[in-house]
């Protein structure tokens, strides 16, 4: 019987996590400005936004800035920050997008009487506000159990006729996230899986957002590995592309992370 190639192992990978096309397809931000915003236009299309609490108020205008630039701004809606339904609805009315990431964030409650993802996905005023495309939260280090929520979640957006897709917690193995995603393909998530990375930045600010995110594991690579040195983005982003995934960049160092995405513009991905 002969042995399979280490070509046909990598084919059956592939196959496995369902990712064809990859691409760097998106950064985030953390509250962009303009000087920040022009170095990137060019070498990317799709700018995350992230929501802060305290800074809930001022997401219509980093959205319109963003659109000013030429970017296709992908807002979060982190659930728990906002007072109701009605004030989600309200800001969506407000900045006219297509595109969101909805997050529970980093409350254990709500401010107000909203309290989970899926109560606003089925609350209806999603599609009621023009939104086309709704991203989820994965979270490649959690029990595999929680994908059944992840499941649902894309389910349930499906039901509503908008279409799904999940961006990952930030991860710093590869082979973390081609398990995750092959878990993911296996319960029967279908819908496209763009996979975080951290862009350039100090080891030492990479280990306290990581602690920030909950990414124990990855923590405890990074000290084993890195500690005294910049964090290795090359080693992840060239396994990611390897493996055909969709990236999103979570970004910290503006011109670090343009230098990253100048340096893999004509890759695969």
């Known amino acids: 019987m002969a042995v399979p190639t280490t070509d046909i192992f990598e084919e059956v990978l592939e196959e496995s ?3 064809r096309n990859g691409k760097i397809n998106s950064i ?6 303009g000087s920040e915003l022009s170095k990137f236009i060019g070498h990317i299309n799709n700018i995350n936004i992230t929501m802060l609490p305290g800074d809930v108020d001022n997401m219509p205008k980093y959205v319109e800035l963003v659109k000013s630039y030429g970017f296709n701004p992908v807002p979060h809606i982190s659930v728990r920050n906002m007072n109701s339904i009605s004030h989600i609805e309200d800001m969506l009315n407000d900045i006219k997008v297509k595109d969101i990431l909805l997050i529970g964030g980093d409350r254990e409650r709500g401010i107000g009487d909203v309290h989970t993802v899926m109560e606003v996905i089925d609350s ?3 599609e009621k506000c023009g939104i086309k495309k709704v991203a ?3 979270f490649p280090e959690s029990p595999i159990i929680a994908l059944n929520l992840t499941l649902q979640k894309v389910l349930n957006i499906k039901k509503h006729n908008m279409i799904p897709y999940i961006i990952t ?3 710093f193995k590869d082979w973390t996230v081609n398990e995750w995603i092959k878990s993911a393909r296996a319960m029967g998530i279908e ?3 763009h996979s975080g990375m951290s862009g350039p930045t100090s080891i030492t600010s990479l280990i306290k957002i990581a602690m920030k995110c909950g990414v124990g594991n990855s923590i405890d690579y990074l000290k084993k590995n890195n500690l005294s040195i910049d964090y290795n983005y090359k080693e992840l982003i060239n396994g990611l592309i390897y493996h055909n995934h969709i990236v999103h960049i979570y970004s910290f160092n503006t011109n670090k992370t343009l230098e990253l995405l100048k340096e893999y513009k004509n890759e695969k991905i």
């Open 124 to 126: 209806g005023i999603l």
């Open 17 to 19: 996590l369902g990712q």
């Open 136 to 138: 989820v939260a994965g």
């Open 28 to 33: 985030e931000l953390t509250k962009p400005t």
């Open 191 to 193: 819908c496209d899986i």
């Open 169 to 171: 917690q930030m991860c």
